[in-house]
């Protein structure tokens, strides 16, 4: 008799999505897990006559498939969740936002906020986020601590702001934050230069060369509104991808955040020069900032993915709801029913997003070698039957709430629900705490 393999998990799903390949679906299948890395993934009924695990999941009636990505976010501002709804962007950020951040911003805010807004992520399937906010070290220890998988980028503003007095200190705080990080193997740091309107030129060629060097990841918010795009082009006589480009920035190491207003030559830049767009569709549509065209994009070979943007300007943090947004609103802005079908959806949602942060050979497909970051929906609920399809079910009837279980590098950090690593109670107390605070201090106290 042969003995068996021994590995640390083995996960016996009634489906396996693997993204990677595409379009394949794994009925009754199972996957070994060791050292934080996917070993094999094989037929149930082989996985238990070949191998002998230390932990043994059974997930009836789930669906396993890659940890969603989540590209785009600002964590903390899960603390302002409905503090300013129903204005547009401009109006929202100068007269809301921006003074309370002013207000509030602090390391003590950034680590509550984040924490939260790892808790929701992680109850609705997301195992790797990219942040873009003020005091970094704050985010990226409360990632480190709570064992999700993240891309820090900090903050790069010309004018001074909570964290840095300028835009120099700003990169001089965060290349240290990074030499930080150098070893770890979750935490990656990126450069986030605000905007094209918060960042001057000198500001965006030396980010651009500390890139390259260094190799490292950058991400901005750009063409957010068919207004920034009008006034850029009042102002320096560029349309801002084409300033970017002109500056450097423009590689296979960018990441375009929300990309709305684009014309052709915008999209043939983005593909010739190998960037990556975060779509935000949900924040866009909120904030009526206007639509991304991603079947074009798509059709054109740039490579699309997916964020849910802060919790401020889209109220939740759910990747699935944002995954079935973006295919739905891809229909209706192209015309096209076929547009953007359940698989390109999801993988927009997983190794697309994977991509986008340079993390592809790492995460965003259920692959041997890769890291064990997955996610296990519930495909059993009367709103869900009858299942003719599962892919098809996960993209346009499943939401976060049907989320059961997720881990990130093997590591169980959802269990039926239930959070391993952060307490759910202590959070929402922390919570409630900065409501009280804040709507006391604006002199809008709310009871709930």
């Known amino acids: ?50 191998f002998d695990a230390r932990e043994e999941h059974l997930l009836q009636n789930q669906v396993l498939i890659p940890g969603l990505i989540n590209t785009h976010n600002h964590a903390a501002m899960s603390l302002l969740r409905g503090f300013a709804d129903d204005y547009p962007l401009i109006t929202w950020l100068e007269k809301h936002i921006w003074p309370a951040e002013q207000q509030w911003v602090s390391p003590e805010f950034v680590a509550d906020g984040t924490r939260l807004a790892i808790a929701e992520m992680l109850r609705s399937g997301t195992t790797t986020f990219s942040d873009q906010y003020f005091f970094p070290e704050a985010t990226a220890a409360a990632a480190r601590e709570a064992g999700i998988r993240a891309q820090i980028a900090f903050p790069v503003i010309d004018f001074p702001n909570a964290w840095s007095r300028n835009s120099d200190e700003a990169i001089e705080k965060g290349l240290a934050l990074r030499d930080d990080y150098r070893s770890h193997s979750r935490i990656g740091l990126a450069f986030a230069p605000h905007a094209p309107y918060t960042v001057g030129d000198e500001t965006l060629k030396k980010i651009a060369i500390y890139a390259n060097e260094l190799q490292m990841q950058v991400q901005m918010h750009l ?35 929300h990309m709305t207003a684009l ?45 849910t943007d802060g919790a401020a300007s889209n109220n939740c943090l759910d ?40 993390i ?89």
């Open 1 to 50: 008799m042969n003995k068996k393999q021994a590995v640390d998990t083995l996960i016996h799903a009634r489906w396996i999505i693997p993204v990677v390949p595409e379009k394949r679906v794994y009925e009754d299948c199972s996957l070994a897990i060791t050292d934080g890395a996917i070993t094999a993934i094989l037929p149930s009924a082989e996985a238990r006559n070949r």
């Open 223 to 257: 063409h957010e509104t068919a207004g920034e795009v009008e006034k850029a082009i009042k102002d320096t006589g560029l349309r801002p991808t084409q300033r970017l480009h002109q500056l450097g920035l423009l590689s296979p190491q960018m990441l375009c955040v």
């Open 263 to 307: 014309d052709d030559s915008d999209i043939a830049l983005i593909r010739n020069t190998g960037a990556h767009i975060a779509h935000c569709p949900r924040s866009n549509l909120k904030l009526a900032s206007g639509f991304s065209p991603v079947a074009r994009l798509l059709e054109a070979g740039v490579n699309v993915a997916l964020g």
């Open 319 to 358: 990747m699935l709801l944002e995954t079935n947004t973006a295919a739905l609103l891809a229909k209706a802005i192209s015309g096209n029913a076929n547009a953007v079908p359940a698989h390109q959806a999801l993988a927009m949602a997983t190794i697309h997003g994977a991509r986008a942060l340079g």
């Open 360 to 448: 592809d050979e790492i995460t965003g497909s259920i692959e041997v070698g890769k890291a064990a970051d997955l996610c296990a929906i519930d495909l059993s609920e009367l709103e869900q039957q009858p299942l003719h399809d599962p892919l098809s079910q996960l993209i346009y009837t499943a939401n976060g709430h049907h989320v059961r279980n997720v881990w990130v590098a093997g590591k169980q950090l959802l269990k039926d629900r239930k959070l391993t690593t952060l307490n759910q109670e202590e959070l929402k107390q922390r919570a409630r705490s900065w409501r009280d605070r804040i709507a006391g201090r604006m002199n809008q106290a709310v009871d709930y």
